[in-house]
């Protein structure tokens, strides 16, 4: 089970007040409320970027989510979080705008619970992107109309934060 990236989260309040940070894995052991962030990728085709997690993650590890997910440093915003994060993730930036943010809260079948607000942001790329492959273990571009119906015929495919956004966010941007 592989923890990447910062080893601290930084943990909320329901009204995204900063309480301190958690050793990552920790904070999921115990469920604590922490920041995190999602961005959603088009391009002009208006064909959405998903990725799949690598399979060592040490949660939905093999599913399909969007284009990058992670949490924020303490101190660091959300959205230069979610452009650092794209960069070391997907190999690319680009210019994106937030859009709203939610919580969510699930156990996995491994012990760790994910309790999230998570900040959704948006933007668009056309390129090829370079992602890493101790973070992604594929990609593509999706219409919205084919995601939809993947996730209906096999919802354990993806991730649980990116159901919720494809059911709350997408039928608005479409």
Sequence with gaps: MEVTGTSDVVLVDENDQVLGTMEKLKAHQEGRLHRA????IFNDNDEMLIH???S??????GMWTNACCSHPRLGESPKNAAIRRMQEEMGFTTAIDFIGKFIYKTSFENGLIENELDHVFVGRFNGEPVPNPKEVEDYRYIRIE????EIKKEPQNYTVW????VEEYLNEMI
Excluded: P, Q
Aim: net charge positive; with cysteine.
């Design 146 to 149: 084919d995601l939809k119906e």
């Design 162 to 165: 990116f159901k919720k956004i």
């Design 56 to 61: 060592d993650k040490y949660h939905c590890g």
């Design 37 to 40: 962030f999602s961005v959603l």
């Design 52 to 54: 799949k997690r690598a």
